[in-house]
């Protein structure tokens, strides 16, 4: 089974900041057939379902805006979110779908 | 707009049996894989099911195989998961997911509001 690794448990910035998430897999998340990885990032606020940012480690997902990059290859992801909003105060996720699914432990989210 | 309405939660004794239900709309639900998520209280997300298109083939974890079931009836735009022999440790909010992507294994692109199991005496 793949397990993946994420950090940090929680972070706290002010608005305007960058932030960075991290995940590591316990193996290779890349397609040797058509070279994408299999990593996706979801944003659940509180109360709310989960709802995708990134796929392919680096796809942002239809109406995301740009401030959500995803990044990395392999075994190491990165999520950096910069110029932090207010509503970007949330539960962060990463999911492997290389073989089977597994979620990272998740990030907390707070604005200062 | 792509819904996905879960239904059939509620509270449940040990050893006893729910089947959740999942109505979606707004795509032609034949066409994609589904799934089923769960999140138990103040925890994180995980996998708990996925069937095909036709359904026939089902995937699970092995924190679930052989005691839930996932189906489907694509003529009602339905997606279903039986849970037997329940345990405590199946409390958790269950979400309704569709899968998305250009080709398997499929990452999940949208969910429904989920709908809360509690398993308790």
């Known amino acids: 089974d793949i397990v993946m690794t994420q950090s940090p448990f929680s972070l706290a910035v002010s608005e305007g900041e960058m932030v960075t998430i991290n995940c590591k897999s316990s193996q290779s998340l890349l397609s040797s057939g058509n070279q994408k990885n299999y990593l996706a990032w979801y944003q659940q606020k509180p109360g709310q379902s989960p709802k995708l940012l990134i796929y392919?480690?680096?796809t942002r997902q239809s109406g995301v805006p740009d401030r959500f990059i995803g990044s990395g290859s392999g075994t190491d992801f990165t999520l950096t979110i910069s110029d932090v909003q207010a509503e970007d105060l949330a539960d962060y996720y990463c999911l492997q779908h290389y073989s089977y699914l597994t979620f990272g432990s998740g990030t907390k989210l707070e604005i200062k | 707009e792509v819904q996905l309405v879960e239904s059939g939660g509620g509270l449940v004794q040990p050893g006893r049996s729910l089947k959740l239900s999942c109505a979606a709309s707004g795509f032609t639900f034949s066409n994609y894989y589904m799934a089923w998520v769960r999140q138990a209280p103040k925890k994180g997300l995980e996998w708990v099911a996925t069937i095909s298109t036709s359904g026939s083939r089902t995937y699970y974890p092995d924190s679930v195989k052989g005691r839930f079931t996932i189906s489907r009836d694509n003529a009602k735009s339905s997606l279903y998961l039986q849970m037997n022999s329940l345990k405590s440790e199946d409390t958790a909010t269950y979400y309704c997911?569709?899968?998305?992507?250009?080709?398997?294994?499929?990452?999940?692109?949208?969910w429904g509001q989920g709908v809360m199991v509690t398993v308790s005496s």
């Open positions: 997911a569709r899968h998305g992507g250009e080709q398997p294994p499929y990452y999940f692109d949208y």
């Open positions: 392919y480690a680096s």
